[in-house]
């Protein structure tokens, strides 16, 4: 049973638009949420958070949003540039002592020219 | 340099081989992780460690063992390698002390059991 989900496997958006990325969670306890971003042949890399304390974390052209009622989130970008083509995986987090990562299965982006 | 290496980066073996992964960081984590990751299943957690003394079992350990030689290396072995274990493979590191649990991921090694 998959704690977090991310329904999209791809999406594709032009450059200079928005694009929205999408995850939802089952797990109630989860406080504490992040997106990594993933490049072919690299590793996931730490690309933005937000405690369940907040329901936006804004970074320059990115900007999650938590919605706690619905148990979901959303990572925006703004504006969208070709280099922002990758796969993104939603992570979430619980208060217990591990606070072990659960992730999502990755939303491939692709933003065209 | 890279904080969070692994070796090998690919890696083709046989049905039934002994394999070992092995990780290294250089970014005085005390907590390391490994994690497989297969196509539409996201990153899964096999196994982590708190310190040197400390191993944990995560979400799909069956079939794997590891050892952390000392803070900064963790390893992974797959004592009997079978065709379901060809996946990426990611080992990451976290510092307990920032409480966000942010992990810092290696580039990842391709294994193909055959």
């Known amino acids: 049973d998959q704690q977090v989900k991310q329904n999209s496997p791809s999406l594709s958006v032009q450059e200079g638009r928005i694009s929205i990325l999408n995850c939802d969670y089952t797990?109630?306890?989860?406080?504490?949420f992040l997106w990594y971003k993933k490049y072919p042949a690299e590793g996931p890399t730490f690309l933005i958070s937000?405690?369940?304390?907040?329901d936006k974390n804004e970074d320059g052209r990115f900007t999650v949003f938590l919605n706690k009622s619905a148990k979901h989130l959303s990572l925006h970008i703004v504006p969208s540039q070709p280099g922002d083509s990758a796969v993104y995986f939603c992570?979430?987090?619980?208060?217990?002592?591990?606070?072990?990562?659960?992730f999502g299965s990755g939303t491939q982006l692709t933003v065209l020219p | 340099d890279a904080d969070v290496t692994q070796t090998p980066r690919n890696r083709i073996t046989k049905t039934g081989k002994r394999i070992m992964l092995e990780c290294s960081q250089t970014?005085?984590?005390?907590?390391m992780y490994w994690y497989r990751q297969d196509p539409g299943l996201g990153l899964r957690l096999i196994y982590y460690?708190?310190?040197?003394?400390?191993?944990n079992k995560g979400e799909i350990s069956d079939g794997y063992s590891v050892s952390r030689q000392a803070q900064a290396k963790f390893s992974l072995s797959l004592e009997s390698a079978i065709p379901n274990q060809t996946a990426l493979y990611f080992c990451?590191?976290?510092?307990?002390?920032?409480?966000?649990?942010?992990?810092?991921f290696g580039p990842g090694t391709r294994l193909t059991v055959l």
């Open positions: 990451a590191t976290s510092d307990s002390g920032q409480g966000r649990n942010e992990q810092f």
């Open positions: 970014k005085g984590h005390d907590r």
């Open positions: 937000i405690s369940s304390i907040k």
């Open positions: 797990n109630s306890m989860f406080d504490y």
């Open positions: 992570a979430a987090s619980g208060s217990g002592s591990a606070r072990q990562l659960t």
């Open positions: 460690s708190f310190d040197v003394k400390d191993i």
